[in-house]
């Protein structure tokens, strides 16, 4: 196998996230939508039709009082890496409009090149993948404050978050023009990993040691969203609570997270 | 009027009643343009699909047509590789409704995509891992090949056969029709195939997601099988429905039974498939992935069992047990129930393969999502039946489309 297929020493960013940390508060999620100039409606009252690149899910143990239990979950895009980059969403996209960077495991999207058929919606379980139903209006003077690094999306093409690629690249130039070989750890954040007042959201290189990640990721209580599915997606959520990682995926009755790889 | 252009040996309505027809669907075609419009000028934000579906109505209408038109390729596949000669008398019907078929489904696939501009990016960027290219390939090429053989019967016209050139290209291309015949049989194999691969390949899906064969999931396999059974049926719906609007037999009960024999026996081995596969996934496949039958079609208010046994049993068993025998065959009740029960069979598998698959939740904490179809979204699914009825009307009128025609109804 070659190197680039595995990921060799290159890098494969992504995240840990601490389920028991998260509040819940949506800092990420207005974080995300600041930094990556996600468009917004008036009316934001059909949830179907919002795009929301980091979408924080309130799980509950399905318990009554006393014995109620929530647990706040934040998703962003899973950067699935499938198998050997095969991901659900890059594979199936016709016009090569998604790919999967082998030397940093991010799933892109190029919007002008994205025609909108929606294949890669349908393929991803994350429902990690939206569509500019409309044209994206800003509220008067908002455009001002837009992110010049980003992109904004037209109508018709589909979208999702991208890890906050233009910090890489921003991260990428600094080093460069520093005389560094490499960017270190704290050079690239995503926006919602340093927008979490809890701190509950660490990001790095999942193959660097030197990385919290690295560390993170191995924990006994770490877990991926529908692992058994095949998607091999690169954030990992940490609970101490067991109904929380068993919400992680699906499960025969006579099944328990345990019993998973 | 237009006596000079109507075939020989053929009586037709009056040109006022024909004009009739055409208005009423000329009328539901324009509504269906109005809505096409809007969908191309204000977006897709004119329907009612949202972000967990992405797939929709028109996507099932896509798959639905493309399988119903299936008749075509495997009608021509039987009359010119094969060599059943009796088909030759409805093969030509069989192509007139693939060529309305396929022409539909590039359409809707127009108005779907949200940039419509750059549909041609699907050629031009092509991924090789996507079944949606294969489609996109496919499809246009067999589109292409059914224009061609849609071509010779036109140039049969009355007033255009006296043109010495056009009735030689017309005799000519007779001649080597076999050739396209057995292109459009290759080419629908492989995109009739690739639609089921669409979503028998989302491994992120389980509902859908089949295992198979090399990088073919079993859908793919089943897509095609079940078009080239159920077609036929469509084919045979379709000329029952022009003999009762026409008031005359215009194809032999040999030919329709010939047909609709073949249609049922490739039926009973696509249903024996088609019920392998199931069990297969629902014992195997699905519970790799943690889930259960019950988990499909249970927990929400429409997609319950019934709907298993209305593509499966309904749909499937009853029009093939149907159609294999020779009491069933013979008898025209019978028989035309055999072909709407396939029709709602196999539109009924297209359905589930794509909207249930958007429906049924993959993560824990997710819901079933329900969708209805907005009014933009209706008109322009039945635009695609107004422009059938229009063009089935005109080609009736000045095509010889069926060749027993004159034999079966003799004009005094």
Not at chain 2, 221 to 241: H, N
Not at chain 2, 284 to 296: E, I, N, Q, R, Y
Not at chain 2, 374 to 384: F, N, R
Request: proline share 5%.
């Amino acid at each position: 196998m070659k190197a680039e297929e595995n990921h060799g020493n290159t890098k494969k960013f992504g995240m840990v996230i601490d389920l028991d940390v998260c509040t819940g508060c949506g800092s990420c999620m207005v974080a995300c939508m600041a930094e990556n100039n996600v468009p917004f409606r008036k009316d934001e009252s059909d949830k179907l039709k919002s795009i929301t690149w980091m979408r924080v899910y309130k799980l509950s143990n399905g318990k009554p009082y006393p014995e109620t239990d929530i647990c706040y979950l934040p998703r962003p895009c899973q950067h699935c890496e499938g198998h050997e980059g095969h991901s659900p969403c890059v594979s199936v996209c016709p016009a090569t409009a998604t790919d999967y960077d082998m030397q940093t495991g991010i799933v892109s999207q190029i919007y002008t090149r994205c025609f909108g058929c929606r294949y890669c919606m349908a393929a991803c379980p994350y429902h990690a993948r939206y569509f500019n139903w409309y044209d994206p209006v800003w509220p008067k003077g908002m455009e001002k404050y837009l992110n010049p690094d980003v992109s904004v999306r037209m109508r018709g093409v589909v979208e999702k978050c991208s890890f906050c690629i233009q910090r890489y690249q921003a991260a990428k130039n600094r080093a460069f023009m520093e005389g560094k070989a490499d960017i270190e750890e704290g050079d690239y954040q995503t926006a919602c990993t340093q927008a979490c007042p809890a701190g509950a959201i660490t990001f790095g290189d999942l193959n660097n040691p030197a990385h919290a990640v690295y560390k993170l990721k191995k924990q006994p209580n770490a877990f991926r969203l529908l692992e058994r599915l095949g998607t091999n997606p690169k954030i990992y959520y940490l609970s101490s609570r067991e109904w929380v990682r068993r919400a992680g995926d699906n499960y025969l009755k006579n099944e328990g997270p345990a019993k998973i790889g | 009027m237009d006596s000079a252009f109507i075939p020989n040996g053929v009586r037709r309505c009056a040109p006022g009643k024909f004009l009739v027809v055409l208005a009423v669907a000329g009328a539901v075609l324009l509504w269906g343009v109005y809505a096409m419009l809007l969908c191309w000028f204000k977006g897709l934000n004119q329907t009612n699909m949202n972000n967990n579906y992405g797939f929709a109505l028109w996507i099932w209408a896509d798959l639905a047509v493309i399988a119903l038109g299936g008749g075509a390729f495997f009608t021509g596949f039987l009359r010119y590789i094969i060599g059943k000669d009796e088909l030759k008398n409805i093969v030509n019907y069989a192509v007139l409704i693939g060529f309305i078929c396929y022409s539909s489904a590039l359409l809707i696939l127009a108005i779907d995509i949200g940039q419509p501009l750059r549909g041609w990016f699907i050629f031009w960027h092509a991924n090789v891992h996507s079944m949606l290219t294969e489609v996109a390939f496919c499809l246009s090429c067999y589109f292409g090949v059914l224009t061609i053989e849609y071509i010779p019967l036109i140039l049969e016209n009355r007033g255009i056969d006296r043109v010495p050139f056009l009735h030689h290209l017309g005799h000519n291309m007779h001649d080597i029709m076999a050739v396209f015949a057995a292109t459009g049989a290759f080419l629908s194999f492989f995109h009739q195939g690739s639609l089921g691969g669409v979503a028998g390949v989302l491994f992120g899906r389980p509902f859908s997601y089949r295992e198979g064969f090399f990088i073919w999931p079993w859908t793919f396999f089943l897509f095609t099988w079940s078009a080239a059974a159920y077609g036929p049926c469509f084919t045979l719906l379709i000329t029952k429905i022009t003999e009762a609007v026409t008031g005359k037999k215009l194809v032999k009960d040999n030919v329709v039974e010939l047909l609709a024999k073949i249609s049922g026996w490739m039926m009973v081995t696509y249903i024996i498939a088609k019920i392998v596969d199931t069990l297969y996934w629902a014992n195997v496949t699905a519970p790799s992935k943690g889930l259960t039958l019950m988990d499909f079609y249970s927990h929400n208010a429409f997609y319950g069992v019934w709907i298993l046994i209305l593509e499966i049993v309904i749909g499937g068993i009853i029009p093939a047990a149907i159609l294999i025998t020779d009491k069933g065959r013979k008898s025209p009740a019978a028989r035309t129930t055999a072909f709407v029960l396939a029709v709602i069979g196999v539109c009924v598998n297209r359905w589930v393969m794509v909207l249930q698959v958007m429906a049924a939740p993959v993560m824990t904490f997710d819901k079933w999502a329900l969708y209805y179809p907005s009014w933009q979204e209706v008109a322009t699914t039945i635009l695609p039946v107004a422009y059938g009825v229009i063009l089935i009307a005109i080609s009736y009128r000045y095509l010889p489309i069926f060749p027993q025609e004159p034999e079966l109804n003799p004009i005094d």
